[in-house]
């Protein structure tokens, strides 16, 4: 009893051994969340700084007069109504998000678990399908939405990007990861595939199935250049491309321009945070383990 309480009493705390190790990681982790963060504090503080502040030498990286005219001029401006394209790029990020992780699902679900010929081939196929830019894609997509008569409309902001291949890759990695015999006592009970999809695979890929909807909605949400060249109604713009109505040709309004960007910023966090739980859980398991 005697030497265990000397070993015991001679080795060091767990926290202290640990210490020097943990010190350049939080070190660096602090550096690289300043680096982060830097951009976003100098938008919210040149939305807060009055036009003229904006632009002014030295640059002001505390605001020296605190104004909230921006984000009221910019709520209020008769050159565009933010309100009305926050509304569009809300209804048609949602609509978008539903259906692509439908489709990525009803696609990722016989590439996991049903056996027919050429299976893996296909899925190599469609997975080599990543390495195609999608800039290439952009100009065969318009004449195909200019032959549908869908320029200028919501159909075109959603159906051509709904065929997502990293979508069907994230859900067949962890459709694969489910044990079979789930699956096997519902084929016992007479479920179809179906069935097996909606009522057994979906309710135990409900990490997966968010981290999906959460990517597919932010990059509906923050998608710039095809609503730039499909929309030209401004009533039916998106946010991204209304923002930058403040942002003439010769004059830019850096305060309005950077209230418009917070204001535009704002759903987008509020869906992360709402999703946080299952987005670390979709990204850190590929299943539940046989």
Known sequence: MTDLASTSSARPAPSRRRMPRDLPRFIVLCMLSVLFLAPIYWMIATSLKPEAD??????????????????????????????????????????FTLLHVALCALTAYPLARMRFPGRDAWFWFILSSLMVPGIVTLIPTYIMMLNFNWINSYHALIWPGLSGVF???????????????????????????????IRVILPLSIPSLVTLAVFAFMGSWNNFLWPLFTIT????MTLPVGITTFSQRYVTEYGKLMAATTLAAVPALIAYLVAQRFLEAGLSTTGLKE
């Not at 002014?56 to 505390?62: G, S």
């Not at 109504?81 to 790029?89: A, D, P, Q, V």
């Open 54 to 95: 904006t632009i002014a030498t030295p640059v002001q990286w505390i605001p020296r007069t605190i104004t909230f005219d921006n984000y009221r001029e910019v709520l209020t401006s008769p050159d565009g109504n933010i309100l009305r394209w926050t509304w569009n790029s809300f209804l048609v990020a949602a609509i």
């Open 167 to 197: 979508g069907v890759f994230l859900l067949r990695q962890f459709f694969m990861g489910i044990p079979r015999e789930l699956e096997e006592a519902a084929r016992l009970d007479g479920a179809s595939s179906l069935q097996i999809l």
């Open 233 to 236: 109604d401004v009533d039916k």
